[in-house]
């Protein structure tokens, strides 16, 4: 019985180190993409560590015990859902929301998102039947919700987009490099 726990035990512990090493992996992944070097060179050093523990404890005597590779294997699928879930709350990055709205709302709109502290650009547009102002703003990925909830509670008749970017240089709220 003993051992018994002590098998189950091991099984349980793989997992939850797989799991937790390939969330980092992803966390990591995100980083480096989005120009934090240093801070996804760190995690790579803590992943890469728990990686040679972790194989070295399934692969030992692997073959009288195969289902060690199961759960490892199991452990990899679960952890990329969870990285992703982490990666999403993380919400590290900078996004571009581009908003679409008739002109006679748009100004109303820009104004609102520049009392909440926002930076947002106005362009003149035309869509099928009436003029439209395009509002543009670069903004930390973790805000987006709100300031999409936001758009909606005063404009219903908008087209919202959100774009991943990578910011160089200037702009309001956007730090210089």
Avoid: C
């Avoid at 106005?122 to 973790?142: A, D, Q, S, T, Y």
């Avoid at 404009?155 to 200037?170: A, L």
């Amino acid at each position: 019985m003993q051992n018994i726990l002590l098998t189950l035990g091991m099984y349980l512990l793989i997992l939850a180190v797989k799991i937790f090493e390939v969330t980092l992996a992803t966390t990591r992944i995100v980083l480096i993409t989005k120009g934090e070097k240093a801070r996804g060179a760190l995690l790579a050093f803590f992943e890469a560590l728990i990686w040679v523990v972790l194989v070295s404890t399934v692969l030992n005597d692997v073959s009288s015990d195969p289902v060690k590779i199961l759960v490892y294997a199991l452990g990899f699928a679960i952890g990329n859902y969870v990285g992703t879930m982490a990666e999403e709350r993380l919400g590290v990055g900078t996004i571009k929301i581009e908003v679409i709205v008739k002109e006679e709302d748009g100004e109303n709109l820009a104004n609102a998102l520049r009392n909440k502290g926002l930076g947002v650009t106005v362009i003149e547009g035309e869509g099928m039947n009436n003029k439209r102002h395009v509002l543009i703003m670069h903004v930390k990925r973790k805000m987006a919700s709100e300031i999409i909830e936001f758009v909606k509670e005063i404009e219903e008749d908008v087209v919202i987009t959100v774009h991943e970017i990578k910011p160089i240089y200037g702009g309001f709220g956007v730090m210089k490099k």
